[in-house]
């Protein structure tokens, strides 16, 4: 890595599978930083949470209704990362679970198990990801990235409910769930989907180019307009 190489965070708990990400990263000139712990977001360019198991609800008021693999020290992690970042107006790019999280973060609730999951997440025994159509709002990171309908992974049985504060829906699928989201005034960006999963290496041809939102994130890191 070169010295000027920005850093980006991502916590996680020791062990978690984030190879994806940090491929994608490197490939777009990135060093991912693993972090069990944080004191500051010193010495680290950008935040990213990535995927996941789900959030306790008891985070945002609810009893368990179907929240899986919860892990209060990961919850915990990534809502500290979140205070410090957005605290400094560093920016956050929020990946499946993470997009949750920030959604969490700012105030907001989160749908605990999708009726229409047979859209959302992957087969029983499966490990191919669905893909399905999607809409982003006119004026959107999204809607600049790839247009106004494309079509987006998705493995996920959980999604953004009542939105926090500053937060907006910018992505729908034809079910209504919502895909993506950007805060109002900060730095803070998130998409229910994997892009990570469809890029590089990993690219298919049946979804966009997941490259566009890691590499719009990083030239906010870097101090891009």
Partial sequence: MSATTIRIALPVQPGANIANYLRALEHLGAEGAVIHDIGDAAGYD??????????????YGQENRGSMGIDPALDALQLKALALFTKVEKPVLGICRGIQMIDVFFGGTLIQHLPTSHLHNRD????EDKVHMTRAAAGSFLNTLYGTRFATNSSHHQAADRLGDG??????????????????????????WHPERMCFEHSRPDTVDGAKVIEMFLQKCRGGM
Avoid: C, K, N, T
Avoid at 124 to 127: A, I, K, N, Q, R
């Fill in 46 to 59: 950008g935040l990213l949470l990535p995927g996941g198991w789900d959030a306790d609800p008891a985070l």
């Fill in 167 to 192: 937060l907006r829906a910018v992505q729908w699928s034809d079910d209504g769930v919502i895909e993506g989201i950007e805060h109002e005034s900060l730095p803070v960006w998130g998409v229910q």
């Fill in 124 to 127: 029983e025994g499966s490990s």
